[in-house]
């Protein structure tokens, strides 16, 4: 069975990270089949980490730099717009039915001349209403996007 | 191949997910630009030896780089930092492999005539570390190439850290027996 710990691992490891492995340690290594493995696994991953390293064509950091602020910037910009556009949706939902309920108390007493005189007081609120639908959700749009 | 279409926001770390829209707390250019210089090789490296593909890493790299940027989170040190850039590439290679649901390809070199044993040995690394089941790769590179300790390997990894020397010794001896094959 193989010994799970060994107390010269550090030393094993640490040889590796110099590239030196003393002549008692190399003896140690010969009969420690734990250190062995250590030995030729950790060697072979530090050689391979150095050769990658040297290799790697990575792109420059101005360049990474640059692409995460304008992926940031432009998931910023969807989220404002799909903010902007709910809350659109929520108050012509909302306008419609202020509109239905003014309509439904009005009609029992439906008379013409009466609707065509109050005509103006009608028209006002609800300019100011319309006013209101189209601003909100742009003001609502430019102040998720500073954010 | 477009990442940021199939990699889901799922693979940011627990607290940098909380943070998503701190836009203030964000890296300054200089801190980014230059903590991006130290570690761009070594993830890169890990990136290739845990899914096998360069090419796979060259794109996860730019995501890993790009989530935690957004992440925007503060940490207490150097090393901090650095697991969560580790943590973050390992989430991602992680996704990226269930999506691609095969084996590790080791792209031959053009030239074979002019391989030395390094190359072969390197080779035969790749190839073995390929049979390996992922969590035993990512492991077994943080460990010796990264020299990072259990505790930091268990939080890049995901798994307690009382776990980490069983597992590491098992992938340590699998990786052996195969790398003598």
Redesign the interface.
Known sequence: M?K?DCEREAEV?QA??SGRVGDELREHIASCP?C???L???S??????S???RE?R??S??L??W??NM??RQ??ARTAVRTASFVQIVLLITAAAIAFALVGTKLPSLDYRSVLASGMSVTIPLFALAAWLILAPVAVYFAVTE? | MDITAVMPETTLPVECQTQTSAATARMDEETFRAFYERTSRPVWAYLVRITGDAQLADDLLQETYFRFYRAGAVYESESHRRNSLFRIATNLARDSGRKKRRGIDVPLPEDMHAMDMRDERRMDLARALGRLKPQQREILWLAYAQGSSHAEIAEIVGVSSKSIKSLLFRARRKLAEFLRA
């Open positions: 193989l799970r490891l590796v990270s734990g062995r493995d250590l030729e696994v950790a072979a991953v530090v050689d391979d980490r050769a990658l390293i790697a990575i792109p950091s101005g990474i730099w692409r995460a992926r940031s998931q910023a954010e």
